[in-house]
T-cell receptor, first 118, second 114 residues
Framework: AQKVTQAQTEISVVEKEDVTLDCVYE???????LFWYKQPPSGELVFLIR??????QNEISGRYSWNFQKSTSSFNFTITASQVVDSAVYFC???????????????FGQGTILTVHP | EPEVTQTPSHQVTQMGQEVILRCVPI?????FYWYRQILGQKVEFLVS????????KSEIFDDQFSVERPDGSNFTLKIRSTKLEDSAMYFC????????????FGDGTRLSIL
């Protein structure tokens, strides 16, 4: 079984601060996929980033960056120079992909509420 | 860009009534999902559907729930006799079947049981 833990329930920052959201995962599968989704106050789920278990290269995409470390089973997400529009709930999620008895379902963490104050 | 569409956006139903939530997945996608999010809580997997049958379901997905793909485009979730605790946001999602692709989610249906 898979498990995703987001220990930070709520984070509050002032605009332009950098903020890092933590995610720790558990799985016995050697191949898996990690995701971050954003849920703004309007309620929809917006895909942000994805990482494969076999690619630990960390990347930056605009104001978003992520730090994937298999050794600590962590997939942290950083927003640089936060903006008020970044205020949302952020979910980390895990999938073991497709094949065998796996059909791509996502296991979500509890979510982190991010509030960015002007 | 193609998207997953869900109707209605909000459904209010009396306890004990049947409710059907509708979804139109992205047309070339092969895997379909329903998830549930009780207010203020995490998103929980309910069921996955592939090749016209349920491929995986969670313990939440009991005999009160059923899914169907009645035609080539719609994917429905039926709750047979709703309970107060079924009040939640229900998300439909689809995936082409490529592990490197994210699931695409609809905007959700908010179900309120009175």
């Amino acid at each position: 079984a898979q498990k995703v833990t987001q220990a930070q329930t709520e984070i509050s920052v002032v605009e332009k601060e950098d903020v890092t959201l933590d995610c720790v995962y558990e799985t016995r599968d050697t191949t898996y996929y990690l995701f971050w989704y954003k849920q703004p106050p309007s309620g929809e789920l917006v895909f942000l980033i994805r990482r494969n278990s076999f690619d630990e290269q960390n990347e930056i995409s605009g104001r978003y960056s992520w730090n994937f470390q298999k050794s600590t089973s962590s997939f942290n997400f950083t927003i640089t120079a936060s903006q008020v529009v970044d205020s949302a709930v952020y979910f980390c999620a895990l999938s073991v992909g497709f094949g065998g008895t796996s059909y791509g379902k996502l296991t979500f963490g509890q979510g982190t509420i991010l509030t960015v104050h002007p | 860009e193609p998207e997953v569409t869900q109707t209605p956006s909000h459904q209010v139903t009396q306890m004990g009534q049947e409710v059907i939530l509708r979804c139109v997945p992205i047309s070339n996608h092969l895997y379909f999902y329903w998830y549930r999010q009780i207010l203020g809580q995490k998103v929980e997997f309910l069921v996955s559907f592939y090749n016209n049958e349920i491929s995986e379901k969670s313990e939440i997905f009991d005999d009160q729930f059923s899914v169907e793909r009645p035609d080539g485009s719609n994917f429905t979730l039926k709750i047979r006799s709703t309970k107060l605790e079924d009040s939640a946001m229900y998300f439909c999602a689809s995936n082409v079947g490529n592990s490197n692709q994210p699931q695409h989610f609809g905007d959700g249906t908010r179900l309120s049981i009175l």
